[in-house]
């Protein structure tokens, strides 16, 4: 069965400096690829997806991911980070039930 | 506007009691799902309907009763709940099953505790 880790429980991050959160994944096949991410009292927003194709993916709110099939990695990453980054942060693998892997929160220091 | 919306927001309520959480989305989705949301733990999928049919049910007590009247519809019945139960419960819909690659929309979830 898939599944995914989260390694980081929880990174801080100075405001304008980069970010990457790293997600390891484990599926038989080819591997469809999510993050999400979930600010308090939320639900889980979409951030981007990979399917298939270019590895390198663009997300919404200026976030980007990259699948490396070679490393079962799929690491989310943003040149600049903004305060209201700070929230939790999901990598989830699929098709078939959709494993989740722990979250990472994200602090943002000013 | 999610376009997936649960109530109530919170809820308590004792282990003897009966209560449902309800679950709408204006998506036109045809798949939709509860997910169990525990302090430092994954995702926990409890249940997935496809047009209206219960497709999975992951070992989840039988405390626990789902009901999906419609495609847009879905309840989840609690009765007579454990203090281990309290979490945030997660409505979800997709446009189609979860053997597809359609991404999961999240409503903004129930706050359950259980006294």
């Known amino acids: 069965a898939q599944s995914v880790t989260q390694p980081d429980i929880h990174i801080t991050v100075s405001e304008g400096a980069s970010l990457e959160l790293r997600c390891n994944y484990s599926?038989?096949?080819?591997?469809?690829l999510f993050w999400y991410v979930q600010s308090p009292g939320q639900g889980l927003q979409l951030l981007l997806k990979?399917?298939?194709?270019?590895?390198l993916v663009q997300g919404i709110k200026g976030f980007e991911a990259e699948f490396k099939r070679s490393q079962s990695s799929f690491n989310l990453r943003k040149p600049s980070v903004h305060w209201s980054d700070a929230a939790e942060y999901f990598c989830a693998v699929g098709p078939g039930d959709m494993r989740f892997g722990a979250g990472t929160r994200l602090t943002v220091k000013p | 506007e999610t376009g997936v919306t649960q109530t109530p927001r919170h809820l308590v309520m004792g282990m003897t009691n009966k209560k449902s959480l309800k679950c709408e989305q204006h998506l036109g989705h045809n798949a939709m799902y509860w997910y169990k949301q525990s302090a430092k733990k994954p995702l926990e999928l409890m249940f997935v309907y496809n047009f209206k049919e219960q497709t999975e049910n992951n070992s989840v007590p039988s405390r626990f009763s789902p009901e999906c009247p419609n495609s847009s519809h879905l309840f989840l019945h609690l009765h007579t709940l454990q203090p281990e139960d309290s979490a945030l419960y997660l409505c979800?819909?997709?446009?189609?099953?979860?053997?597809?690659?359609?991404?999961?929309?999240f409503g903004n979830g129930t706050r359950l505790t259980v006294t």
């Open positions: 979800a819909s997709s446009s189609f099953g979860n053997s597809y690659n359609s991404p999961l929309h």
């Open positions: 599926y038989g096949a080819t591997p469809y």
């Open positions: 990979y399917f298939s194709g270019d590895t």
